[in-house]
């Protein structure tokens, strides 16, 4: 007896799940992504996707196109500067806000208000609390309707 089971392996139309405000995390662990992405969307304040190779996430963005962006700069290949000077200089993403994470900076330096290439920054490692505060902060005011 043949059966027909009939499923949708993929997700949603990306508008369709534009709800939420999307973040997209940039970043080559794995591990801190993936746990990121549940913390955040525990919330339920956001729709989060994660890419792990960077020099797929300006391809990522494009598809995703997300409301912020959160990059790791010391990556492995293409580091963060490079990725998002990629997304700067692409006209559909260009106003996307990216707050960097990085390890390179203290937890003083993040509140002292210095950016790095024009950008805010968060240092790692970083608390669930602090990292919604970051976002809460630089996302733009038509994603949060």
């Known amino acids: ?3 027909t089971i009939e499923a949708d392996f993929f997700p949603q139309a990306f508008e ?3 709800d939420k405000p999307c973040i ?3 970043d ?3 591990d801190f992504t993936y746990s990121a992405k ?3 969307e525990r919330t339920g304040r956001y729709s989060v996707w994660e890419e792990n190779e960077p020099a797929r996430a300006h391809q990522t963005a494009q598809l995703v196109k997300p409301d912020l962006i959160l990059l790791d700069i010391v990556m492995p290949e293409t580091d963060g500067g490079e990725v998002a000077a990629r997304i700067e200089s692409d006209p559909t993403l260009h106003r996307t806000p990216i707050i960097f994470l990085t390890a390179l900076v203290t937890k003083a330096e993040t509140r002292s208000g210095l950016q790095i290439q024009g950008h805010p920054f968060l240092a790692k490692p970083i608390s669930i609390p602090e990292l919604v505060a970051g976002i809460e902060r630089h996302l ?3 994603a949060m309707l």
Request: glycine share 0%.
């Open 16 to 18: 369709a799940i534009r």
């Open 24 to 26: 997209l995390i940039v």
């Open 38 to 40: 549940l913390a955040l």
């Open 28 to 30: 080559d662990n794995r």
């Open 1 to 3: 007896m043949n059966r």
């Open 140 to 142: 733009p005011a038509h």
